[in-house]
């Protein structure tokens, strides 16, 4: 990676520091606000703060500038995020307005499982650190898994994380969320069946909506649900993507080569579906249909963080052109533009789309973070030290 490339990323990772405290909020609790823009339903009209998968690459992104720096001011931004969670929580174990395009409301899936992931990151790393406020970090992420996920959600007949307390639908990409966060909270807690109880179960629900067809465009490749023994053969490379992690951890956490190869498998067809520019598309069909239309972002952090992850097992994925596809969208005031082609979505209906692109979304930015802070210059992360806009810099595309 060049110096030039090392200087955009680190630019950009500091312009989202920014924006991320003008994004910060009181009402109707302190957080991180704003509106939300999404494939599935915008939220434009409620732009308080959202409690929800947004402080995953929060929390996640400022611990990896404090690790790397030494720098305290990056931890207190950690806690910060991670007090405005505990402050937050609902007596039934709920996060205030944790369903990002639904909020206002609670209860959002895979969006408090990832609250979770996020208040046990911080857990391990303030224990570590002595901090206190390590044990109300963790009692909070435990509360809401076990008195929403594991209480309500999970059906213990059949070992399967549903969606909704009254719908027996499975999505993958929400459950690989659960999984992570079962997986930290058992590294934290005296609790041996904490794994085989949940993340076992749900991982090989996961593998078994799988496809496995060597030489098919879709081989790797994960289904975004299922109501009951129904398939919903839809398949989204920025779902695919979340569940990457979860499976590798799993792999870690039992040493079970099917989630290693899952997950490999699954980081293949993200990358062969790549377009050249590092985007991607929205979701490709089973009868060889695709959607290239919006092409996320922001959100393909998640993408950078899988490649990245899953390149230990297959050294020919290459994170680097998602990089560039990510710094290429910053903006002057910090933020990342959401995505590219909203407005082609359905263009005979949906002109308020046309818009959508440039909105800065915190749920979507924290992705980026999280996938931007470790390829930072340590040397550059100082407010006091001038890094050119991301925005004033020409370069096209690709990270060489």
Known sequence: MSALDRGRITAAVLGLDRWFDAMRTTWPTPGYGGPVVHWWNHCLVYRG?????????????????????GDRRWLAKAT???????????????????????????????????????LLLLAQATR?????????FLAAAQHNLRSFFM??????????????????????NKAATFVEAVLHLAAQLPDPDLVERYALPTGQHILAMQVRRPGD????????????????????PLYVARCVP???????????????????????????VRDADGGLPQVLYARGRWNRHPRWIAGSGDVVRALTLASRHAEELDP???????????????????????GRVLPWVSRRDRLADEVGVVGWCDKAFRALAPLADPRLLDVDVVVEPPAAIRVAGVLR
């Open 128 to 136: 570590t650190d002595n901090d206190t406020d390590s044990d109300r």
């Open 217 to 236: 465009i879709l081989d790797g490749a994960i289904a975004q649900n299922r109501f009951g023994k129904r398939v919903v053969e839809s398949y989204f």
């Open 151 to 172: 209480g309500r959600l999970w059906h213990k007949e059949s070992g399967t994380l549903w969606d909704s307390p009254s719908v027996e639908s499975f999505v993958p």
């Open 80 to 118: 910060r995020a991670g007090n405005d969670l505990v402050e937050g929580q609902l007596a039934n174990g709920c996060f205030r307005n944790s369903m990002f395009e639904l909020n206002p409301g609670d209860g959002g899936t895979p969006h408090e499982a990832a609250v979770d992931v996020a």
């Open 49 to 69: 703060a959202g409690l929800d998968w947004r402080y995953e690459g929060i929390v996640d992104g400022y611990l990896t500038l404090w690790r790397r720096t």
């Open 320 to 342: 680097a052109p998602t990089v560039g596809w990510i710094v290429n969208g910053a903006r002057a005031d910090g933020r990342i533009a959401a995505a590219s082609g909203f």
């Open 246 to 272: 979860a499976l590798l951890g799993l792999w870690e956490r039992t040493g079970d080569e099917r989630f290693r190869d899952g997950a490999v498998a699954a980081a293949r067809f993200v990358a062969r």
